[in-house]
């Protein structure tokens, strides 16, 4: 009972919690009602960012179940959807290793049972702009599934990436619009030895390419040495310069709300750059 559970589907991913919330509470001696749950949604080609989400998972409850499962309705039409990397062995090895309890992952009939479902929309201020103007179907598909994520774990706490910073503002809306009773715990970004914040997608990307992206976290990396100035604009023009030809699908400061901002305090700057076919999303986030 100490290895770790795979779970395919509900009844099992159901069973698989009973059985370790039993054996935790007699291994820690407390009583099953007191133990605690954490949850880390993640599509699965894990990599450092994932597993510091994982971790802490692990830091702060008794049972950690992390979700594989690369969600079609988050992907529009000309999307990845079918070449987005699927390594599910090596990522099983990976929560084994770091002592996760169980990792759930579905197929996609599992997850959709019907045509014709119940869905939710974002809230339209934070929804369809930055990544939801280029992807307007992405953030109802975010919810839609971890919304019954949520309900079929039932976790205290869920982790998600600061690396994602609407999908982690828009999710802790959910919860806040829902009345969900989770704690939602934005985890800091995870970067590669040259920089560059891991993504599962970053396997997309050629040699060279990979040489343009390193643009991104020097104009992150800019933003941070002069985030004292009282000068957003010059801010902005200095991230524009290093970032030269890149094709940027948007940059600059917003609030929490996710309102554009000239307040650099309190605020995130969140920049979506093209190289070559992949687009490539980075941020700071500015106390
Ligand atoms: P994904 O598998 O891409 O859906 O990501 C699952 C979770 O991992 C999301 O909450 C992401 O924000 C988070 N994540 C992805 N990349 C990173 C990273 N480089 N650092 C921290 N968290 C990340």
């Given amino acids: 009972m100490n290895d770790i559970?795979?779970?395919?589907?509900?009844?099992?991913?159901?069973d698989a919690i009973s059985a370790k919330r039993s054996y935790k509470a007699t291994q820690r001696n407390k009583s099953e009602d007191s133990i605690t749950l954490g949850f880390t949604p993640t599509m699965g080609a894990l990599h450092a960012g994932h597993k510091s989400l994982i971790e802490q998972s692990i830091k702060e409850n008794d049972i950690s179940v992390v979700s594989i499962f690369v969600n079609p309705t988050q992907f529009g039409?000309?999307?990845d959807l079918d070449k987005y990397p699927r390594t599910l062995e090596s990522d099983i090895a990976m929560c084994k290793d770091l002592g996760a309890d169980i990792i759930f992952a579905p197929d996609s009939k599992q997850?959709?049972?019907?045509?014709?479902?119940?869905?939710?929309?974002p809230p339209k201020s934070m929804g369809y702009i930055l990544e939801g103007y280029y992807r307007p179907t992405h953030?109802?598909?975010?919810?839609?599934?971890?919304?019954?994520?949520f309900n079929l774990i039932k976790p205290h706490?869920?982790?998600?990436?600061?690396?994602?910073?609407?999908?982690?503002?828009?999710?802790?809306?959910m919860t806040k619009h829902l009345c969900i009773d989770i704690n939602i715990r934005g985890m800091p970004i995870i970067r590669d030895k040259d920089g560059l914040a891991l993504s599962s997608r970053?396997?997309?990307?050629?040699?060279?390419?990979?040489?343009?992206?390193?643009?991104?976290p020097r104009a992150i990396s800019f933003i941070d040495m002069h985030k004292n100035t009282k000068d957003i604009e010059s801010l902005k023009r200095g991230a524009y310069e290093i970032l030269g030809n890149l094709e940027i699908d948007y940059m600059d400061f917003y609030?929490?709300?996710?309102?554009?901002?000239?307040e650099i305090k309190g605020s995130i700057f969140l920049l979506c750059v093209r190289v070559g076919k992949v687009r490539l999303l980075d941020n700071l986030w500015l106390d």
């Fill in 157 to 173: 706490n869920a982790y998600f990436g600061k690396k994602d910073a609407q999908q982690l503002l828009i999710i802790q809306k």
């Fill in 202 to 216: 970053n396997v997309y990307l050629s040699a060279k390419d990979r040489e343009l992206a390193l643009r991104i």
């Fill in 139 to 149: 953030f109802a598909g975010v919810i839609r599934i971890v919304l019954k994520l």
């Fill in 77 to 79: 039409p000309n999307e």
């Fill in 255 to 262: 609030n929490r709300s996710l309102q554009l901002t000239q």
């Fill in 111 to 121: 997850m959709y049972e019907e045509e014709d479902e119940i869905t939710l929309n």
């Fill in 5 to 14: 559970i795979i779970a395919h589907t509900k009844r099992d991913l159901k």
